[in-house]
Every structure is written in structure tokens, then in C-alpha cells.
């Protein structure tokens, strides 16, 4: 059976600082196959983008990885997409995050908006459509909405977000957020606002590794209803509504102390960021395991607030993609595979 989980890595170029600080490129991307190499370390997946790859372009890796998702939405699939790796990797740059309503197309979350409304536009005589939308971070591991309203500078650079956690409640075994925003949005438009809303709202703060550092897990969420107004060819003859969800998740780096140059506040931050990712690590090796999913054995959703929320996205029927991203310095090999491991 095919696997529902898809893992790539993205290996992005030697940036400016890195070229000018003589750092080198100690990554090899072996023919033949989706593998790179890390001196006598192999890794392969089941995609590979990079500078030295065949293929290197955002629109590859959407088309690839991403755009099989979205159809998928419109099937009744929940599904995710996860960008991870150590702070200054480029995540935020492939998940396109930071987008800011100016057209670009580049990031997966401006190529998914506009793959969703493309196709709602051909599905419309048939269906009708409700669409949510909500965007959360979770800062040490408390849950925040970032389409609150407009929040002090001054606080959240120095203090965290200046407002209540969200509570997450269980109901029938999924984990939800009874008091999230969660706007209607009829046009992509709608939504690139909320989207560009929300992510000037997120927590950063500098670190030797990266001067606009995420120092929150980041999800965007797409909802979907669907009813079926008439029947057509190759149509599911029922006629109740169809829903589904899109998490779109633009991970806090890893890091440790020693290379990210923090202590205080921003060590802290950095325990917990680890912290969740160590848990949703954990919880895709345990649905990988064949032999635990067979015998039904326990998965730890509950070992992080980021494992909770991502839990029927994750298992069941749902479909996943995890995008490793990978700066290639060579004083980055011991944090690469950590990433690719």
C-alpha cells in the first residue's frame, strides 16, 4: 500500500553571509536517485530539490508534492503540509508564509490558493462551496490566533505575544480550538489577506543564525465545505456535504544554544521549539511503523500541543508531505543530519 506520508528536502543555495564568511557547499546529490550525500552519510527520500538537483523551482516541488493534496481536498482528504529544519533554512521561503499580497506565486501557499480557486471556478455549477480560513502559532507551546487584532511591536518582540492562549479541547477523539477566528473567505484575494494578516503578526526574534528568526510553529489552515447542488459524471451520487481541511505548517527551526548563539528568553523559546519537534518526530516514526499500525498500538499525539492539532491531519486517511529544508554550509553537516535523519 502506497504510504500516505511523502517526505522531500529542498537543499536552498549558500547564502550572501555564508559566501562572504568562506563557507562551503558539503552537500552532494547522488545520480540516479532522490538521495543526497553528506560526507559518508546517505539520505534518500522521495523527492530532492535543490541548486545541484534536476530540479529546483517552487513550482517543481508544488507540482510534485503539493498539488496532489489539493485534489485531494476536494475529495473529502484532510491533509498537511510541513515545511522543517534548523532556523535560517528557508521554510518560510518554500511554504511562502511571508506573503504579502504582492502577486508572487513563488511560495506553496500562494500556489495553493490559487489551484483552490481555480478549480472551485470549474467545480461551481456542480458544488457549493463554504471556505474558513484560520492561521495559528504555537509560542512556547501555547496556542495563539494571529488573526487577532493588531498587536504592540514592542511587546511581542520582547515579551511574546501580548494576549490570552487559545484553549484546545478534545471532541470525539480530534483536537479543536472552540475560540479560534476562523473568517469566510470568497475570493483568493480574501484569502492572501488573512494570510498576509496573520504572518505579520508572528513571533521572530534574532539569533546568531538568523537576524528574523520564527520563534513560533505557524499553521494555516484552509477548511472546506462541499454540497453537491447537481450530479455529475464520475461524481459521488451523494448529497451531503463534504468536508476537509488543509493545514499548511511553517515549522520553528531547530537549533541548539551553542550554534544559535541564545540564552535567556531566547533558550527557552529554542527548548520548546525542540520540544515539539522531538514529539511530531515521534509520532510520524510510530505511524510509519507498519507492525505498531497493525496492531493498533498507541500513537503520542499527545506529547506536544503541535502533535495535538496536526492529529487528523496526520493519521487515518489523511494524506502528508514533510519538505526538509537544508542549508547547505558545511558548519551546518551535524544540524543537516539531525534534519535528515
Known amino acids: 500500500m502506497e504510504s500516505s506520508v511523502k517526505v522531500a528536502v529542498n537543499v536552498r543555495p549558500l547564502n550572501n553571509e555564508e559566501v562572504s564568511k568562506g563557507r562551503t557547499d ?22 530532492v530539490y535543490g541548486n545541484k538537483a534536476s530540479t529546483s523551482s517552487l513550482s517543481s516541488i508544488y507540482g510534485d508534492c503539493v498539488a496532489p493534496l489539493g485534489d485531494a481536498l476536494f475529495d473529502g482528504y484532510n491533509a498537511a503540509v510541513l515545511a522543517y529544519g534548523q532556523t535560517g533554512s528557508g521554510k518560510t521561503y518554500t511554504m511562502g508564509t511571508n506573503y504579502n499580497g504582492d502577486g508572487s506565486t513563488s511560495g506553496i501557499i500562494p500556489q495553493v490558493m490559487n489551484s483552490i480557486f481555480s478549480k472551485i471556478e470549474e467545480k461551481k455549477e456542480a458544488r457549493e462551496f463554504l471556505i474558513k480560513v484560520s492561521f495559528i502559532e504555537i509560542y512556547r507551546e501555547q496556542v495563539y490566533d494571529l488573526l487577532k487584532p ?36 470568497s475570493t483568493k484575494q480574501d484569502m492572501a489577506s488573512f494570510l498576509s494578516q496573520g504572518s505579520s503578526e508572528r513571533f521572530t526574534g534574532s539569533t546568531n543564525m538568523n537576524s528574523e528568526s520564527s520563534r513560533s510553529h505557524a499553521i494555516f489552515t484552509i477548511s472546506m ?31 541548539s544554544a551553542d550554534t544559535s548563539g541564545t540564552d535567556g528568553l531566547r533558550q527557552k523559546e529554542g527548548s520548546k521549539i525542540n520540544r515539539g519537534l522531538l514529539a511530531l518526530g515521534k509520532v510520524i516514526s510510530e505511524l510509519g511503523n507498519k507492525k505498531k499500525s497493525k496492531e493498533g498500538r498507541h500513537v503520542s499525539y499527545n506529547d ?18 514533510m519538505i526538509a529544508c537544508v542549508s547547505p554550509a558545511d558548519t551546518n553537516a551535524k544540524v543537516m543530519r539531525s534534519t535528515l535523519d
Open 304 to 321: 506536544s500541543n503541535l502533535t495535538r492539532l496536526l492529529k487528523d491531519s496526520l493519521g487515518g486517511n489523511s494524506k502528508t508531505v
Open 150 to 185: 493588531k498587536l504592540s511591536t514592542y511587546k511581542r518582540k520582547r515579551t511574546g505575544p501580548a494576549k490570552a492562549p487559545l484553549r484546545i479541547r478534545e471532541s470525539k477523539g480530534v483536537f479543536i480550538i472552540p475560540d479560534v477566528t476562523e473568517p469566510v473567505v
Open 225 to 255: 465545505e462541499q454540497r453537491r447542488s447537481t450530479c455529475i459524471p464520475g461524481d459521488d451520487p451523494g448529497d451531503g456535504i463534504l468536508r476537509a481541511k488543509l493545514l499548511l505548517v511553517d515549522l520553528a527551526g531547530s537549533e
Open 26 to 47: 558539503c552537500v552532494d546529490f547522488i545520480l540516479g536517485g532522490p538521495q543526497v550525500k553528506i560526507g559518508t552519510s546517505s539520505f534518500t527520500f522521495d523527492y
